[in-house]
């Protein structure tokens, strides 16, 4: 029987986050938990591909927007549940045993993990905490916090837009029974740190409440990439 899950990145010019976020992965081999590793690029111009390469995983490249890049990519994936990763995420040690036991005894629910940063100190603890929240009440993770979902309900959920900016909410709006995993997702805080925290947390907040009174994704994401 095939190992049931589905590895699906999507990258551009990744090539100084991709390796660690793959070697955090390894684990999952180990426990025959990952079936394959889908990379879906926007074309990068850098080592990413070299990467991808020298990992084994399926290579598959078209424009540069993320949700047409993971539709592109689950839809290449064969494994029966798909786990779709930011390149900048790590997933903490322990990570194969929670999703392991989530796929069997989850009743086919899309999970989610919690969301920390690489970074110390109050207000990094403070925005995932936020995050954290975020997603426990209003079933809002976002795509840094990884998704775990079964192929079925994944397409019966009309899967990722091709969109630029917020595929990841218009996915799990159309979610039900969404689970916090026992395990978390440690991304970068690249953006924060450049930007400011409380900026960029206001910024994120003002984004999604812009995308909710119906701005288009196009225009969110030119303001968001700023």
Known sequence: MPAPVSIVIPTLNAAEELPACLEHLMEGLGAGLIRELVITDGGSTDETGAIAQAAGAEWITGAP???GQLRRGCAAARGEWLLVLHADTRLEPGWAAAVAQH???GQGHPAYFRLRFRARGLLPAWVAGWANLRARLFGLPYGDQGLLIRRA????A?????QPLMEDVALVRRLT????LPSAALTSAARYQRAGWLRRGGRNLWTLMRYFLGAAPE???KSYSK
């Open 103 to 105: 796929v069997q005894e």
């Open 158 to 162: 009309g899967g990722y837009p091709d």
């Open 65 to 67: 927007s993320r949700g």
């Open 153 to 156: 309900e994944y397409e019966a």
């Open 219 to 221: 225009r969110l994401a």
């Open 177 to 180: 029974g969404l689970t916090a």
